[in-house]
């Protein structure tokens, strides 16, 4: 199939205008959801087929469906903004779609060709504008995914696929940015090990390491880090975020990504944005021993964690059965706001955009 306007089937009951103002007052994340939602079918006979946008409604799924038994799952996550001019915006939309493929390729499922997947982005978002919370920052966060949906309870990759995009409105929590976070070191848990699927933004990761985050909410931290499967030495990154580490003489380390760290979009716009400003940015391992000797010495002067949902967020401070340590003066850092302010103003049309990152709507 093509990538033309998909067919449209407007929503008989949509949340009234009262209704929807209230709700986007304080929308939160997540929780929020508007009126319509993309469908695109696959089977291995007929390919991609029957793409369209309706009426935001619950699935009937077969007990037997194959998505419920074997998490042959993957998402994506982005956001559409409503520029400083007035039009809406999709961020590197292109990187979501090819990170999707990518992801499907791991779990043996279809790829999507990057123009549905753009289309669908495009579209839903046009169909539910009204959804923007009326809040400087406020986006509509899209949430594309795909299952497995053959009745079938071989194990096996599905026949079939339902590839879906839903939106929600999602408010501007850290308005001057966010506040710094205590992590805690996962030292039994991993999320990801050579060969595996860390890479790939599947559901499965999550719910492995679901465990660790309440571990870490039992410590009184925010988040938990994970550390490599084999030596549980090197820092990999957070369980839904990407680690950055700035030091003293201007140096900002990430892992790489060899396969067991998921490619964040934000973590490579922070890379160009970082050695844009001179900053001299490695990818490579980062030992947890080094990071508390470096933060002890003062050599190491700021950590960051960031991601699509809320983009950039300090570390203020690392804590593990062997005790705790604090990142600089455990707020947040100088070089980590300045980065968080250059991208989000490029995300909302306030800065130029000289990467041409901003795909505007309609
Ligand atoms: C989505 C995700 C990220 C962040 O990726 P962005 O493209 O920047 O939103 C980082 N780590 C994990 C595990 C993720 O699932």
Redo the contacts with the bound molecule.
Sequence with gaps: MTAGAFPFEANPNPVDDARRAELLADPGFGRVFTDHMVTIRYSDDKGWHDAKVGPRAPLTLDPATAVLHYAQEIFE?LKAYRLADGTMALFRPEQNARRFQRSAKRLAMPELPEELFLQSCRQLVEVDQHWFPPVEGGSIYLRPFMIASEVFLGVKPSAEYLYMVIASAAGNYFKSGAPAIKIWVSEHYTRAAPGGTGAA?CGG?YASSLVAQSEAIRNGCDQVVFLDAAEHRWIE?L????LFFLFDDGTLITPPTDGTI?E????ESIIELAREQGLNVREERYAIDQWRADATSGKLVEAFA???AAVVTPVGSVHSTNGSFTIGAGGPGQITQQLRGKLVNIQRGIAPDPHGWVQPIG
């Design positions: 996550g933004k990761n990154e369980g839904g975020m990407n998921l964040g979009i934000t973590r960031c991601g699509t």
